[in-house]
């Protein structure tokens, strides 16, 4: 597994390194241009087919706050952090008081229609994901088709290593949204002993779709992403939100059940407890 690293590392180095002239005059014109049926390379943490040019970069910060939104008090005992329903939600100011698990994104264009992302969360969990683009929805192909993969680890990428393959199936819905379909293939995907459960893979199954709010830069979005087998402790991971755009950047406001932003803690969904957190996703393009 070190050379696996090793490996991962060395190949993310060589793509963040010059790119040829040759491959950022290959850009399509079109690349560089604000998509009004997909303007973000998100959902609320599913990826989209929304294309990087080459040689150019794309920052995301997420965001969710620990606290739930509603959280029931036991009858009896110690009244855990985050219980006592909406008024004690608002008293913590909506959940800013509380600690939060945040991820910091960088995503880079290889060549057209391919790019890595490097994705680090507040508990040490770092993904390296690549995304290639095969088909793209034309008059004549009603779909788009993006390949995925991607090896996350915990610990700073020292331990518990998961690898994910997967496709992105999206259709553009003029200029007003569009749709997604995910299935992925997750490795690894248990963090327990074997002599806790015999899964220790997990097939997923992600959806959504984010529609546009007449002909305003308004957004909203949703996703949900079932465990079709394998390993799924929790509940499935389900999300919505409310964005707005702003030249590049991007501002989301959502609620989910979870508190993942990788693949991998997609997959591993949410408490089970009925708890709602809120959250948001700021994003910036820098091209």
Known sequence: MRRVRSAVFVTLALCLGAVPAAAQAANDPDDFQIVQAEPDFGLTVLPTTLRMPAGKFAFRMTHRFSRPIAGTCPDEGPKPDGCG????????????????????????????GTQVVLHRTNDRAIQVMAQSQLLRQSATRPITLDLVG?????????EDHTLSAGVILSHQITDRGAVYVQPVLLFNSNPLS??????NHTVMLGFGGRWRLGQTKMYLVAEAAPRLAGFKPGVDHISFG?????????????????????????????????DWYLGFNLSRRFF
Not at 243 to 266: C, D, I, K, P, Y
């Open 194 to 199: 074997d002599t806790d459960t015999d899964d």
């Open 150 to 158: 991607a090896i996350e680890g915990r610990n700073n990428f020292r």
């Open 242 to 274: 409310f964005e707005s755009r702003a030249g590049g950047h991007m501002f989301q406001l959502n609620v989910s059940n979870a508190l993942g932003s990788t693949l991998r803690q997609v997959a591993l969904g949410g408490p089970g407890n009925g």
């Open 85 to 112: 329903g909406i008024g004690a939600f608002v008293e913590n100011f909506f959940g800013f008081d509380s600690a939060s698990r945040v991820g910091l994104e960088l995503r880079y264009g290889v060549v057209p």
